[in-house]
């Protein structure tokens, strides 16, 4: 594998913190990013991420040999069986195997085959019967939209009353078809991780250990968000807890996708709770996290290019990866309102980098007559390295505050429970 065209899809800044990346890759040889943002400007094509006969066009016009999708809709539109029809090479798990994530009940279905540690949970399409088990379980409990909702259909209840409130909320239509079931779950008190992994559907290979912050608010108060910052590694993690999340885990996982006809290729992405009781698996993802992506890419000290190309292979096994010592930390800047309604178009800039290993990520921006401009919820990720976490933390919030970008809403609390 030598000068790769290399095509990703997406426009946040997980997909900016790939380009990125690859753009590194010796073996690559163009890159373009559809649609991409302001970050991905040099490599960016306006085709949008659900227009799959759009991008396979593209793809084939300017013989992309390898494909990496970052957002979830498109892999649940079916982007990789597509792309394997029309002879394409591309990177992420088939419409069937992405169930992982598309659907919180399938996934369930799925922890229980493979005997994963989950929270106990029940599922229901109806509100008052899901009424009458919120009052069984009592408080707390948490309940979700059974879709896919951009990581907004979930609310965790600490009381009764607002519980109850949550069915019809999440059944009254307000979340569309993802909120046609409902799955109602145990509570579970810890500390959360992510853990990302690469899988070619046999074997997988965990990437380094992240802790995002998905509350928006400092203290962890406020609405769930799809992220306010991450940072690399958590000390909480160790290496007997991911040789056991890995055995107990993820190879179940693998084995039973594989067993069921729909064996697992791409970033299988676990939302791990660490309870009392050791770790339990919150969800699935059946793609790179966002914001999560930002700093372990800035931790990967292997090139991804060789790393994809395995996967699509199966011939992970064969493959090293090398990471970093340092500790990585992201913090997300996010338009004034976000994760509720929030203005657009506010203009921005950004300071010279020139001699810093920082690295600003871009998500929802846009440049409008040379402007910058936010066009979305989370706009940019401020990803710094250091030698321990208080010294990335410390450049990481330097730089934000030398960004110009009025009425931002950030979390200044990234990474202070690691410390
Ligand atoms: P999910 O989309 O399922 O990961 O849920 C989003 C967030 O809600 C998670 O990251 C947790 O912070 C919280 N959450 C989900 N399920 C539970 C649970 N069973 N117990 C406690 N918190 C949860
Ligand atoms: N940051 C969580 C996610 O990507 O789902």
């Avoid at 800044?13 to 590194?24: F, I, S, V």
């Avoid at 408080?139 to 519980?163: F, Q, R, S, Y």
Wanted: charged share 20%.
């Amino acid at each position: 594998m030598k000068n790769l065209r290399v095509l990703i899809v997406g426009n946040g800044g997980r997909e900016h913190a790939l380009a990125w990346k690859l753009a590194q890759s010796p073996e690559l040889e163009q890159l373009f990013v559809a649609p991409g943002n302001a970050g991905t400007v040099m490599w960016n094509v306006p085709i949008p991420t659900q227009d799959i006969p759009a991008l396979i066009e593209f793809a084939l016009k300017e013989k992309i040999d390898l494909t990496l999708v970052g957002p979830e809709d498109p892999l649940s539109l079916g982007i990789v069986d597509a792309f394997h029809e029309a002879g394409l090479r591309i990177f992420g798990p088939t419409q069937a195997a992405a169930q992982l994530e598309g659907s919180k009940s399938f996934a369930k279905t799925i922890m229980e085959s493979a005997q994963i540690p989950t929270a106990a949970w029940a599922i229901f399409e109806d509100p008052l019967p899901a009424k009458a088990y919120v009052r069984s379980i009592g408080a707390p409990c948490v309940l979700k939209a059974d879709g896919l909702a951009a990581g907004k259909g979930v609310i965790v209840a600490m009381d009764l009353e607002t519980a109850l409130q949550a069915v019809d909320e999440i059944m009254d239509g307000g979340f569309g078809s993802a909120g046609k079931k409902l799955v109602i779950e145990e509570f579970l008190e810890g500390q959360e991780v992510s853990l990302l992994c690469f899988s070619d559907g046999v074997t997988a290979c965990p990437m380094v250990p992240v802790q995002d912050h998905k509350r928006a608010l400092e203290g962890d108060l406020g609405l769930n968000t799809g992220g306010m910052g991450t940072y690399s590694p958590p000390p909480i993690w160790t290496a007997e807890l991911e040789a056991s999340v890995m055995k107990d885990l993820v190879a179940p996982t693998l084995q039973v996708m594989s067993a069921r006809g729909t064996p697992f290729q791409g970033v299988l992405f676990l939302g791990l709770m660490l309870t009392q009781r050791g770790p339990k698996l919150l969800e699935y993802n059946v793609r790179f996290g966002d914001p999560e992506t930002q700093v372990v890419m800035k931790r990967l000290k292997s090139d991804l290019l060789p790393i994809l190309w395995a996967c699509t292979e199966g011939r992970l096994s064969e493959v090293e990866l090398e990471w970093k010592e340092e500790v990585a930390v992201c913090v997300v800047m996010a338009a004034p309102g976000y994760p509720l309604a929030y203005a657009k178009g506010i203009p921005i800039h950004l300071p010279e980098l020139q001699g810093s290993d920082s690295v600003i990520f871009q998500a929802g921006t846009g440049i409008s007559e040379g402007q910058l401009l936010s066009t979305g919820g989370r706009v940019l990720g401020i990803t710094a390295e250091g030698k321990t976490l208080q010294q990335a933390r410390e450049k990481a919030y330097v730089l934000v505050e030398k960004i110009d970008f009025p009425k931002a809403h950030y979390r200044r609390d990234i990474g202070v429970k690691g410390l």
